[in-house]
């Protein structure tokens, strides 16, 4: 598996300097997560329809 090059973070991060959240990235495959405040750390891989799968769950548990 690569490593991820580009993370994104939500935009519910929260204030000062958004460290509040964790970061995604797309792999070919799979989707990596880390904690933004210890992205050295270690990371967790999920198979990409999983992931989504997870996504919807909690975006339809919220409404």
């Keep these: 598996m690569t490593t991820p090059t580009s993370w994104k ?3 519910f991060s929260g204030g000062g300097e ?3 959240c964790v ?3 797309h792999l070919d495959t799979h989707i990596a997560v880390r904690d ?3 992205p050295a ?3 967790l891989t999920f198979p990409a329809v999983s ?3 997870f ?3 909690l ?3 919220d409404r």
Excluded: L, Q
């Design 51 to 53: 992931f989504t799968r």
């Design 36 to 38: 933004s405040k210890a």
């Design 18 to 20: 958004g460290n509040d």
């Design 41 to 43: 750390r270690a990371t």
């Design 23 to 25: 970061e995604v990235a």
């Design 9 to 11: 973070k939500s935009s």
């Design 55 to 57: 996504v919807e769950a």
């Design 59 to 61: 975006k339809e548990a």
